[in-house]
DNA sequence: CCTGAACCGGAACGTTGCTCCACATATTAT
DNA sequence: ATAATATGTGGAGCAACGTTCCGGTTCAGG
């Protein structure tokens, strides 16, 4: 993102120390919040925890959504690593797929209200939907299409689609013990298997 | 409810003709801010719109969900007289199943945010969420048990657990068209279509 | 050491939910 | 008809929040 300079050196001035300090500082703070108050933390919040003012939190971060993705990058990414080494150790692609999606799901229902935000109105978080599409996307669309030549599942299912529904299956986990999105998820797994034609 | 008086007479003194003159405004004005703005509408605007005060408003209904359940009761209460009538005439108790959860996804799909609203954080819209489970639990309850016992699907899947799932699908339909949740859906109900055995 | 660019803090503004109470009005009693 | 009282009404006021903006500060390069 527009926050790393690689090389560091060249043309463009490096970055001021106490930014990036500053930046880490954040990121601390954040993920300490995110766990008590949720993604969902006022702002303030996180600039009181990190002892910064409000107008260093929207520097580093223009949006809530962006800050969320610095927070969780390196689970998202874990994440997507997984997929193709699934799909190479597991017993079949469809075995691949279901425990790819039990790591996305153990993803999102450990952060309070991740799931939640993901899908929140159209307009916010808008930046958040696009990372976990670009990235997770073409791994989810890899394991479903090694499912559906392997004759597995059915054909006919989107990634999108499928990754939103269980987004969505995920959201509000914590308000009512006795709803499990594992159990429906399952269900939706099954649905999606094939029946084995002669 | 507390805003109904059957026979109008008797003991306790009939309420004031304004003030049910108020209430239907506060319902019609409502209703029409919900489909443009969704239920999350500013209580200023459904106010402004209705022509009075908020503390008009917060009178008839302490809280929100108080005034989307009055503007939606007939629609809840349709699709509950729905089940078991479905359940009498439909070709077998997994197609009344089916063409249940069709009404059901049709009523939260039609109305913007009232999925959303339905799932959101626990404490907001607890009055909403507790009456939907009121009148559609049982209903789906029958229905779910009824396929259950004829064979058409396994058993094991929770009224509530499914309600809730669908209603999650159901969430955020607006912001992409690329999602239906009713593809979704198709496939959880084939998940829970039982094998046929032998 | 000097200077400009980058950075920082938080005051300030707009929006929202919700409460509270002086005032207005309908209903009932006289 | 008029007064008494219960009931309903409006909107100012408060708190919480997101977001912008800019005067002052501090670092990095020369």
Redesign the pocket.
């Known amino acids: 993102m527009s926050t790393e300079n690689p090389t560091g050196k060249a043309s463009v001035?490096?970055?001021?120390?106490?930014?990036v300090?500053?930046?880490q500082t954040l990121l601390a703070a954040a993920a300490e919040v995110f766990v008590t108050s949720g993604v969902?933390?006022?702002?303030?919040?996180i600039?009181a925890k990190a002892?910064?003012?409000?107008?260093?939190i929207?520097?580093?971060f223009?949006?809530?959504a962006d800050l969320v993705t610095a927070v969780y990058r390196h689970q998202i990414e874990a994440c997507a690593d997984a997929g193709p080494r699934l799909l190479a150790e597991a017993d079949s692609p469809f075995d691949a797929l279901r425990r790819w999606i039990d790591l996305f799901v153990d993803f999102l229902v450990t952060k309070h209200g991740l799931a939640d935000a993901l899908q929140s109105d159209s307009s916010?978080f808008t930046a958040l939907h696009t990372y976990f599409l670009d990235r997770l996307g073409p791994v989810c669309t890899e394991l479903l299409t090694a499912a559906v030549d392997s004759g597995d599942i059915r054909p006919g299912t989107q990634p999108y689609e499928l990754m939103r529904g269980i987004g969505n299956l995920c959201i509000g986990r914590d308000s009512d013990p006795r709803y499990d999105p594992r159990r429906l998820i399952e269900l939706l797994l099954l649905g999606l298997r094939q029946p084995r034609q002669t």
Do not use: E, F, L, S
């Not at 001035?13 to 930014?19: E, H």
């Open positions: 001035r490096t970055k001021r120390a106490d930014a300090r500053n930046q969902d933390a006022p702002i303030r919040q600039a002892g910064v003012g409000m107008g260093t929207y520097r580093h223009p949006t809530r916010r």
